[in-house]
T-cell receptor, first 113, second 113 residues
Framework: NAGVTQTPKFQVLKTGQSMTLQCAQD?????MSWYRQDPGMGLRLIHY???????DQGEVPNGYNVSRSTTEDFPLRLLSAAPSQTSVYFC????????????FGPGTRLTVL | AQSVTQLDSQVPVFEEAPVELRCNYS??????LFWYVQYPNQGLQLLLK??????LVKGINGFEAEFNKSQTSFHLRKPSVHISDTAEYFC???????????FGTGTRLTIIP
């Protein structure tokens, strides 16, 4: 099993550009989530999904979109990048619920100029 | 108010000394509590979790935590630390009624040789 994979590992964007951060898992997990990590602020939940076709907002959803068309994939879309979105982004998955062990991907470091 | 609070942003400890990393939670947080570890340039990994039952929870790498309802705490302890324990440690909990975890701001553990 590859676990949770994320691409790209690094990305630099200009303000206003859009892009998609990819996340995939091969563990047949139902629950998937996206977090951003900023210095001194820990991890903050952006969006999450409890299964294919179902998504919901987390703590900081503004400026981000998600979809869950398959169990395996949970892409995060930045609609119009802003410098405030400079962060490290982590995708995570767990068996069924958020209280099951969450497995984290290696992260994507995004810089918005 | 912060749902999960980690009072210490940095904790330096001599190698082979004991360590305690503090975590307190507010009344809006349920009794589902977690400790995750993040090694440099990696994603997060579950150390241990408390969902119910015994209040003393043992995790990986010799760590343990004790759930204390009267003090609303879930402190992480290890009797003797090693250089390889150098990492950032995050406490997390579920906010009542939400299908999501909220994370503390993290404690950076530095082991002094």
């Amino acid at each position: 099993n590859a676990g949770v994979t994320q691409t790209p590992k690094f990305q630099v964007l200009k303000t206003g550009q859009s892009m998609t951060l990819q996340c995939a898992q091969d563990m047949n997990h139902e629950y998937m989530s996206w977090y951003r990590q900023d210095p001194g602020m820990g991890l903050r939940l952006i969006h999450y999904s409890v299964g294919a076709g179902i998504t919901d907002q987390g703590e900081v959803p503004n400026g981000y979109n998600v979809s869950r068309s398959t169990t395996e994939d949970f892409p995060l879309r930045l609609l119009s990048a802003a410098p405030s979105q400079t962060s490290v982004y982590f995708c995570a998955s767990s068996y069924q619920r958020h209280t099951d062990t969450q497995y984290f991907g290696p992260g994507t470091r995004l810089t918005v100029l | 108010a912060q749902s999960v609070t980690q009072l210490d942003s940095q904790v330096p400890v001599f190698e082979e000394a004991p360590v305690e990393l503090r975590c307190n939670y507010s009344s809006s947080v349920s009794v589902y509590l977690f400790w995750y570890v993040q090694y440099p340039n990696q994603g997060l990994q579950l150390l241990l979790k408390y969902l119910s039952g015994s209040t003393l929870v043992k995790g990986i790498n010799g760590f343990e935590a004790e759930f204390n309802k009267s003090q609303t705490s879930f402190h992480l302890r290890k009797p003797s630390v090693h250089i390889s324990d150098t990492a950032e440690y995050f406490c997390a909990g579920e906010v009542f009624g939400n299908e999501k975890l909220t994370f503390g701001t993290g404690t950076r553990l530095t082991i002094i040789p």
